[in-house]
């Protein structure tokens, strides 16, 4: 099945720096990939949807010079924490999207990323 | 806007049956997904319903109505690895995004 990787799986770092997060698709292309935040024993909030070669949706609330998205190439894309607080801690997962799979609508997931603000 | 409704834990016995319910009102439905996701992992897919009726998988199923806004999950004969979040999420919009209900935690018990 169709794999996708996030890197780091963990990381900690000082408030008022930036942290960059990448989530790749192994074995598949994936014009469309997208970028969660999810909080201790709650579901997934979707933050922004990352496409090939242009600038990326967010939804609303999130603060698009915040929360850098780029999307490179069809296997790349890295959410950029930038000025990080302590609240930006959390839980934040990427999915990719295979358009040639099954229903065409499924998001292939990453195993996630614990950012930790100090 | 969208919303989409499960409870927010069961229990379980393990051999037993359990049914997860999920109720939507989104815009632009283009089907409804399972995910289960353990603690601190990334969900994994279960299974996707965009026609009315029943999908069978093992010992999972799932079943939708459009017309109601409904759909469940059934797990049959219950493992303790069972023990995780069953998130339902329908794709909605015309950027056929996922929009994710509040998850259900299910406890197998012995």
């Known amino acids: 099945g169709a794999v996708v990787s996030q890197h780091p799986s963990r990381v900690i770092c000082k408030s008022g720096t930036s942290v960059k997060i990448e989530c790749r698709s192994l074995?598949?292309?994936?014009?469309?990939m997208f970028w969660y935040r999810q909080f201790p024993k709650k579901s997934l909030m979707l933050m922004a949807t990352?496409?090939?070669?242009?600038?990326?949706?967010?939804e609303q609330g999130v603060e698009k010079d915040k929360f850098l998205i780029n999307h490179a190439s069809l296997t790349l894309s890295t959410l950029t924490v930038t000025s990080a607080h302590p609240e930006d801690s959390s839980f934040y997962i990427c999915?990719?999207?295979?358009?040639?799979?099954?229903?065409?609508?499924?998001?292939?997931f990453g195993p996630g990323t614990r950012l930790t603000v100090t | 806007g969208q919303n989409i409704d499960q409870p927010t834990e069961m229990t379980a016995t393990e051999g037993a049956i359990v049914q997860i319910n999920c109720t939507y009102q989104?815009?632009?439905?283009?089907?409804l997904f399972w995910y289960q996701q353990h603690a601190g992992e990334a969900p994994t897919f279960l299974s996707y319903?965009?026609?009315?009726g029943l999908e069978e998988k093992g010992r999972f199923s799932s079943f939708l109505s459009r017309s109601k806004g409904y759909s469940y999950l059934l797990l049959k004969e219950l493992q303790m690895k069972d023990s995780a979040s069953y998130l339902c999420?329908?794709?909605?919009?015309?950027?056929?995004?996922?929009?994710f209900g509040t998850g259900t935690r299910l406890q197998v018990t012995l």
């Open positions: 989104t815009s632009g439905f283009n089907g």
């Open positions: 999420a329908a794709v909605t919009g015309t950027a056929s995004k996922l929009t």
């Open positions: 074995d598949f292309q994936a014009t469309t």
């Open positions: 999915s990719a999207r295979d358009p040639t799979s099954g229903s065409g609508y499924e998001q292939y």
């Open positions: 990352s496409n090939e070669g242009s600038k990326a949706t967010y």
């Open positions: 319903n965009v026609l009315d």
